[in-house]
């Protein structure tokens, strides 16, 4: 590109021409799919969750009204109480060194397959979820799982405290 003046590209031209280069070159690279050698490797293994504790006892309601106690107590606000299949999710905002964020849990208890009117075990599952840049809803975060045990303290306590009411059981 020639100036009037005749010299080649006028300074102004070649300030943009540097910042459109520099923008480009600053932007992150992402390639598609089909061009990724493999996806990240996950942290976890895929495995069955282990029960928090197993406990002697046919009725699950008061095990599950205790625990919905127990959220309650610690701040968590019950978003689903399924109690024909015997389920509890919860949520509650929360801070931490990294800002705010969601805890949420769900915690739900299964019969023992080889005695289901005599033993029930119970699942704890916790996720942190925070606004990730450029992300519209808060997504799940990695977390370290001394962190997700403190973050679930109190429950677990009322869980492993939990005495059964002494009943009959068929």
């Known amino acids: 590109m020639v100036h009037k003046n005749g010299h080649g590209v006028s300074g102004m031209a070649r300030v943009l021409i540097f910042c459109a280069a520099f923008v480009c070159l600053s932007l992150p690279f992402r390639s598609s799919h089909a061009q990724a050698i493999a996806r990240p490797r996950h942290p976890d293994p895929l495995s069955r969750p282990v029960p928090l504790t197993t406990l002697r006892t046919c009725d699950p309601l008061p095990l599950l009204r205790a625990i919905q106690t127990a959220l309650q107590a610690d701040s968590f606000t019950i978003t689903r109480y399924d109690e024909p299949h015997f389920v509890i999710e919860a949520e509650k905002t929360a801070r931490d060194d990294w800002g705010p964020g969601v805890d949420r849990v769900i915690f739900w208890v299964e019969r ?48 492993v405290n939990y005495k059964p009411p002494t009943q009959a059981c068929p």
């Open 112 to 159: 023992d397959v080889a005695q289901p009117m005599q033993a029930l075990s119970t699942y704890l599952i916790y996720g942190r979820f925070e606004k990730v840049l450029g992300e519209s809803s808060p997504s799940r975060v990695l977390v370290a799982h001394d962190y997700e045990v403190q973050r679930t303290r109190r429950v677990r306590e009322s869980l």
